[in-house]
Every structure is written in C-alpha cells, then in structure tokens.
C-alpha cells in the first residue's frame, strides 16, 4: 500500500531555516506528482507547493521566494527547503501523493501523518 512519512518538523525562530523530507512507497496509480500542504489551526489546508512527473514546480503566493520544493526519485524521497520562515508558516505540513482524476485534474490523493513547524517571533 501507499506509505509518505514526513519528518523534519520542529520549532525555529522567525528568519530561520527548516528542511523537510518525505519518503514515501507503494504503487500509486495515474501518479502525476507530489506536494506539499499544510494546515494551521482554524484555517483550511492549502497547497504550499508541488511538482508534476515532468519537474515543474509550482509555488502558493505566500512562500513563493522562500520555500524550495525537489525530489529523489531514485531514493523516494520529497523535500521542502524553507528558509525565512515566518510565523504565519507555523502549520502541520503533509506530504502528499497526487493523482490524476477521471476529470484529468491533478490532485493529492495519498497524504502522509504531518509534522509540525513551529516559528517564533
């Protein structure tokens, strides 16, 4: 079955950097990507940044400049390099594997467990 555990979570310091690693396995079919959410208290979960089966990245409006997204698929591995963080970035991050629909959309479909980021002031 599909398996995506993330870690790197922790608290740092507004300003400070955090890289977060997702691995993931298992047979994911119509696979066209992976990404990155996350999920603050109150609010919905949203897409903080993914890429497609072909390496194009795409970013939400407010990490774009601050947050990197790459990927190991040798390894199965989903990364997210955050740097400048701020503490509107203080949220659960889930990796997620994204499938195409029957509508041919893209969307995340497998999510791992989370981790938590905290950002201090």
Do not use: H
């Not at 997702?22 to 903080?48: F, H, K, N, T």
């Not at 790459?70 to 400048?84: E, F, G, T, V, W």
């Not at 938590?116 to 002031?121: E, H, K, N, R």
Request: glycine share 14%; charged share 15%; net charge positive.
């Amino acid at each position: 079955q599909v398996q995506l555990v993330e870690s790197g979570g922790g608290s740092v310091q507004a300003g400070g950097s955090l890289k977060l690693s997702c691995a993931y396995s298992g047979y994911i079919s119509r696979i066209c990507g992976m990404g990155w959410y996350r999920q603050a208290p109150g609010l919905e979960r949203e897409v903080v940044s993914s890429i497609n089966s072909a390496g194009t990245t795409g970013y939400g409006d407010s990490v774009k400049g601050r947050f990197t997204i790459s990927q190991d698929n040798a390894k199965n591995m989903l990364y997210l390099q955050m740097n400048i963080l701020k503490t509107e970035d203080t949220a659960v991050y889930y990796c997620a594997a994204r499938a195409l629909g029957t509508d041919a959309l893209c969307r995340p479909s497998y999510w791992g467990q989370g981790t938590q980021v905290t950002v201090s002031s």
